[in-house]
């Protein structure tokens, strides 16, 4: 649902709905983006993956 307000100038406001599930999902999104080590160790995590550098779950729990 979405409606437009006309206001001074060449603006026009939108209005959007979205749940408040993919509203808290929105802000954890922006906290990662704006966590400037959290992306690097993405990035590294990455990297290892593509490098084969990880074990799969079952290796880690036999290792338990």
């Known amino acids: 649902m979405s409606s437009e307000i006309e206001s ?3 603006h026009k406001a939108h ?9 808290e999902s929105m802000k ?12 690097e160790q993405i990035k590294e ?3 290892d993956y593509k490098a084969g550098k990880f074990k799969k779950l079952t290796e880690l729990i036999d290792e338990l």
């Open 8 to 10: 001074s100038g060449e």
């Open 15 to 23: 209005w959007i709905t979205i749940s408040s599930d993919e509203y």
């Open 28 to 39: 954890s999104t922006l906290e990662v983006l704006s966590d400037p080590e959290l992306l």
């Open 45 to 47: 995590s990455r990297e």
